[in-house]
């Protein structure tokens, strides 16, 4: 099986003058056929057109069908960001495999269980290359019902909140529908240069790489290697003259950074796009200077909806307050309910945020994981499937709305979702470990940075190194600790007996100096 | 005292305080378990810039250079070779 050929008699929904109504798989044949010369991916010095990439996804497309596997059935794909690595999604994407694109950065053993939770018989590398990871073989399937999965397109992962991320099917129509609302939004198309910030299994990609893709731009690829380098993502900018930028407000404060001792600035980017996390005043305020032609836009959105919310940053006012999430984007619903009085919050007011968007997944791979998050209309007033964000927000008089905080323990670290709770549940999974807390603290670069403490069991010669190994085995990258803090004393407790999150904070800090004390024995060892 | 002790001592003190420097093994995997990440690299290619007075450019950032205190040692005397010759 392989998806239509560019040049073939078969036409996509639309038509080439008028891309806007076509999706990921149709824009981009339009593109081959139409400009195949043109540049699709640039990764360092190298530049591959949409007829090459078009010829790397049919190589692949042909691996797919060896495979010889039935409709509906996902393969894995585990690739660092490469333009192989785009080809074989792609390649997925044309023959209509669903395709799972979990982290690389995460451990073979967590990758093991979600390819075979999702049901991969599978595990492709770019190239017909093996992959370092199978599926596990012990843990049983999810599969989605037949009818449901033959119209899933990605199955990405939460961004790591749980120890094993939640597995999130999004449809092919759920995706066309956002790339259809973003290309147009951002001036996405032809001609034009968008800046690749995410690894390529962050929903973020689905704007900065699909939409271009299916819409023609060119794509600069940021190596993730390199991706926290501010000298290296300004030279890209400034050498490939990029137009579209989207990026974790960290990627901004380091292109400051770096700005600050070249003296650069960027004048060929119209838009700035910052998400998954609040930017810092000081990195909003410098935007403007940094981006003197653009115009600034918050997005708020999260794995399983896409993008639910946008607010554009007027930087002529005179002070930039907390920036909003703005208003739903076209199509989006959103109600604010009060948890106090279980009523929906019309006009002023606070509560938590409900979301139900054209981009969304039905639900999780696993349906068991549902509860509390995909739901109905939380008052029974409509039929919609309603996401349940966790965010509690305030609308303003002028009905913008603006992130007040959480319902639960999620903190953001580097725009990356993660889950203190579920934090100190894999600490406590380790038996040299009696109590742990973990806090996050302000971190001028990483937004949020993660510390530990742990009471050690009796008896036992746990070292920092050691559980730190336990946790990067059993967490994505960014829920392990920064900062570990061991002690064989108990930790502070509150007045209903819990550990003290807000006491253990201090308690790392002071372990931060770098003399190693008695008590809080840092990283330390028993001796 | 040897690049690899100065470079333990480096690592231990500013990304693993209270460790002793005997436990972390020269060829431990600092970036797969998030000893460092990568904004830490950052951290520890400024350190050796300024201790070892060898300028890192970009083509040298390959994370692989810094994967473990062996790795780094090795970079640093393959980085003083090259600016001999």
Redesign the interface.
């Known amino acids: 099986m392989t998806g239509p050929a560019p040049g073939s008699a078969q036409t996509p929904r639309g038509s080439a003058a008028d891309p806007a109504g076509l999706g990921i798989v149709a824009g981009f044949l339009t593109q081959v056929r139409t400009r195949p010369d043109a540049t699709a991916l640039v990764l360092d010095a190298a530049e591959t057109s949409y007829r090459e990439l078009y010829e790397l996804a049919r190589q692949e497309s042909g691996r797919l069908a060896c495979l010889d596997l039935a409709p509906g059935v996902p393969v894995g794909v585990l690739a660092d960001k490469s333009p192989g690595a785009v080809a074989l999604v792609l390649a997925c994407l044309l023959v209509r495999r669903p395709v799972m694109l979990p982290s690389p950065a995460l451990a073979d053993a967590l990758l093991a269980d979600l390819f075979a939770q999702a049901g991969c018989t599978h595990v492709l590398a770019p190239g017909g290359e093996p992959a370092r990871v199978g599926p596990n073989a012990a843990v049983a399937a999810k599969p989605l019902p037949a009818e449901e999965a033959a119209d899933v397109a990605f199955m990405l992962t939460t961004s790591g909140s749980t120890s094993l991320p939640k597995i999130v099917p999004l449809s092919t129509d759920a995706v066309d529908r956002f790339t259809q609302w973003a290309g147009p939004a951002f001036g996405i198309g032809p001609g034009r240069t968008v800046l690749n910030y995410a690894p390529l299994n962050f929903d973020l990609c689905l704007l900065d790489v699909w939409t271009s893709l299916a819409r023609g731009a060119s794509v600069v690829l940021v190596d993730p290697a390199l991706a926290a380098h501010g000298h290296h993502l300004s030279e890209l900018i400034l050498r490939h003259r990029v137009q579209v930028v989207q990026a974790v407000p960290m990627a901004f404060g380091l292109l400051r950074e770096a700005a600050d001792r070249s003296g650069d600035h960027f004048l060929s980017v119209e838009h700035v796009m910052f998400t998954g996390d609040a930017i810092p005043d000081r990195t909003l305020a410098a935007l403007p200077v940094l981006f003197p032609e653009a115009r600034f836009h918050n997005i708020y959105g999260c794995t399983e909806t896409n993008d639910s919310f946008i607010h554009e940053v007027d930087t002529r006012a005179a002070s930039l307050g907390a920036v909003p999430i703005g208003r739903p984007l076209p199509g989006v619903r959103a109600l604010v309910l009060d948890p106090d009085t279980n009523t929906v919050v019309e006009g002023t007011g606070s509560g938590e945020l409900f979301v139900s968007t054209p981009f969304q997944a039905l639900g999780y791979l696993d349906r068991a994981r549902h509860a509390g998050k995909f739901t109905s209309h939380p008052l029974d007033l409509d039929d919609r499937r309603w996401f349940r964000t966790g965010d509690l927000v305030r609308r303003d008089a002028a009905g913008n709305l603006h992130l007040t905080g959480r319902t639960d323990f999620q903190v953001k670290v580097r725009g990356v979702a993660v889950n203190t709770a579920e934090i100190e549940r894999v600490l406590l999974a380790h038996p040299g470990v009696l109590e742990a807390g973990v806090a996050a603290l302000p971190d001028p670069i990483a937004g949020k940075a993660l510390v530990a403490c742990v009471q050690r069991a009796p008896g036992s010669a746990l070292t920092g190194l050691e559980l730190r190994k336990h946790c990067a085995q059993r967490l994505p990258r960014a829920a392990v600790p920064h900062r570990l803090t061991l002690t064989d004393a108990p930790l502070p407790k509150s007045a209903n007996g819990k550990v003290d999150r807000n006491a253990v904070a201090p308690l790392a800090q002071l372990s931060s100096t770098t003399t190693p004390v008695a008590a809080p024995l840092t990283e330390g060892t028993a001796s | 005292m040897s690049n690899i002790d100065t470079i333990k001592n480096f690592v231990v003190?500013?990304f693993?305080?209270?460790?002793?420097a005997d436990?972390?093994s020269a060829d431990?995997d600092l970036l797969?378990?998030?000893?460092i990440?990568?904004?830490g690299?950052?951290k520890l290619i400024a350190w050796v810039e300024d201790r070892f007075e060898i300028a890192i450019g970009?083509t040298d950032?390959?994370?692989d250079n810094f994967r473990s205190v062996a790795a780094i040692e090795a970079f640093i005397t393959e980085s003083r070779r090259t600016a001999d010759a």
């Open positions: 003190t500013e693993l305080p209270g460790t002793a436990e972390l431990h797969n378990d998030g000893v990440d990568s904004l690299v950052l970009d950032l390959n994370p």
